[in-house]
């Protein structure tokens, strides 16, 4: 009896109190862009309930921000992949820890369709991640190379009607299910075997649902006005805003061409069409060792081709051919043909973890042999990656300045305890716009900083209810001392998490409570094409 007592005195305290949470004395920059302003802010039932002078109100909690920012929660506009946070609960940590609340997931691959396995469709696995619980808000693609392989395999040759015809129905019960847009990457077999008007046809379904095209272009160096130019006519082709992945001119003859980049976005949102893009800040891109290879190499299969690298003859001709061809993504190039400029960021096999953070050509120092032994060797263990260092500050530097450039990680959620590699913008490229490029460089205010972190992330996105703080609105908010923010996640230790993120809130809950992470699963699938689809 007196148990009962107790509890209902505490449900009748709990509904008496003002707010479930209340933040005191904090500067606010409300993710629009305007200065930042002193104000209290109180959480109540997952939404922003008041903004104001507040002392004296009530609350279940109150912590004193003693004049850190309140910002939106950050918004990653690349962030690979929601599985792992199906697989690991703990894999939140390295987007929550960052000031991140919300991932896009999907690029050339998404999570569906899938031919077999625990789910197969976007609804199937939408109502998995529900029903597990998650973290932080997850948007996701649909993939254009998922379901080209689905529906034609690895194979290097265009669909029949028929097959087309399948993968539009792919593409269509994706954006029924909650898919906000087609995405694509296309310098990855076999994404990199459609032709336009393929990509087109696929973008006019996204389309019809009011969806984005969103891709990681054909090309990213010597070619890369004109892969911009076919971003931005399949977006007009097929009648949908277009969204471009990690912007960037690689390689050192390529890095003016930056400029010319960002004027042909800006042309193009000039006569009406939306065309936004992101960026990592970091001079060393990540991807897959094999994508030194020209992908028509590929075109069977990736297994049937790396059979063929233990035979001397197929590596001295893809070696010249590597050394002497241009009219591809060749990486090798990129980084002005020095083995020294790419490092091993993350092998498989654990006998040969010790090469993780060190260069091609440090290794082959160490044991002994030349590089390219080192790159074919690698290459052909399969699931390698690496850092190439392909770009410089200045067109960071210009592309944060462009007004329609949000943020990326470009890699997915990762539990720091069980990884055993990374690009450490895994881990601290959202604290490294505040630290660096604000803080120290001063390329951007910190609310034009936030802006591109929350509310032009939003609108790219379709979650106009969210990036943003404002009576009403969900309270995903992060804390953070703007004095101290900062990455220290490194290329030779990039598993390391950011400091001066004292606390971030997930739809009004506690995601990091004091720098510690509550395993509060506040996140939602949020689907901001479907009706009712952000709650």
């Known amino acids: 009896m007196l148990l009962r007592l107790s509890l209902l005195l505490l449900a ?14 904090g500067r606010i920059v409300d993710g629009s862009g305007n200065p930042w302003y002193g104000a209290d802010l109180g959480i109540r039932n997952g939404r922003i309930a008041s903004i104001g002078p507040l002392a004296g109100r009530s609350a279940r909690r109150t912590i004193a921000i003693g004049g850190m920012i309140v910002s939106p929660g950050f918004i990653d506009m690349m962030g690979a992949s929601s599985i792992p946070l199906l697989e690991d609960r703990a894999a939140a940590q390295s987007k929550l820890r960052q000031g991140i609340t919300t991932m896009l997931a999907g690029e050339g691959a998404s999570a569906a369709p ?18 597990a619980g998650i973290a932080l808000n997850v948007v996701h693609n649909v993939g254009a190379a998922q379901v080209r392989r689905l529906v034609i395999g690895e194979e290097n040759r265009a669909p029949t009607p028929g097959q087309l015809a399948e993968m539009k129905r792919h593409v269509e019960q994706a954006m029924r299910d909650g898919a906000v847009g087609l995405s694509t990457a296309l ?38 006005l004109e892969a911009i130019g076919e971003s931005i006519r399949i977006g007009e082709q097929a009648g949908l805003p277009v969204h471009i992945f990690h912007l960037k001119a690689a390689g050192e003859e390529n890095w003016p061409r930056i400029t010319d980049a960002l004027r042909l976005i800006q042309s193009a949102r000039d006569r009406g069409l939306a065309v936004t893009a992101d960026i990592y800040p970091y001079i060393r891109n990540g991807l897959g060792i094999g994508s030194l290879i020209h992908p028509r190499h590929y075109a069977a299969g990736s297994a049937p081709f790396l059979k063929t690298l233990d035979d001397a003859q197929v590596r001295d001709a893809l070696r010249r051919e590597i050394e002497t061809t241009a009219d591809w993504e060749n990486w090798y190039r990129h980084v002005g043909r020095n083995w020294d400029n790419i490092l091993v960021a993350h092998v498989q096999d654990s006998s040969l973890k010790r090469f993780e953070g060190r260069s091609v050509e440090e290794i082959a120092r160490l044991r002994g042999v030349d590089s390219w032994t080192v790159f074919f060797d690698l290459v052909r263990q399969e699931g390698v990656s690496v850092n190439p260092k392909s770009m410089n500050e200045d067109q960071k530097h210009q592309a944060l300045r462009a007004e329609f450039v949000s943020v990326c990680t470009d890699a997915p959620p990762m539990n720091i305890s069980t990884a055993t590699g990374a690009h450490p913008r895994a881990f601290g490229a959202f604290p490294r716009i505040l630290a660096t490029y604000v803080r120290e460089d001063k390329v951007l205010s910190l609310e034009g900083a936030v802006r591109r972190m929350t509310s032009l992330a939003a609108n790219t996105l379709r979650l106009y209810g969210r990036g943003r703080i404002a009576p009403g609105l969900p309270a995903d908010l992060v804390v953070f001392d703007p004095a101290r923010i900062r990455d220290t996640a490194t290329f030779t230790k990039p598993l390391a998490f950011p400091e001066g993120i004292p606390y971030v809130i997930v739809n009004g809950k506690l995601a990091i409570d004091d720098n510690r992470f509550t395993g509060e699963n506040a996140g939602a699938v949020l689907r901001p094409l479907l009706r009712n689809g952000e709650s």
């Open 12 to 25: 009748a305290t709990a509904a008496a109190q003002d707010f479930d949470l209340l933040l005191t004395g």
């Open 187 to 224: 310098i990855y077999p076999p994404g990199t075997y459609a032709a336009t008007e393929e990509l087109v046809e696929l973008a006019r379904v996204a389309a019809r649902h009011g969806g984005v095209y969103l891709t990681h272009m054909r090309n990213e160096s010597h070619q890369l």
């Open 114 to 131: 899938q031919k077999d396995g625990r789910w197969r469709t976007f609804a199937e696995y939408f109502r998995l991640l529900e029903q």
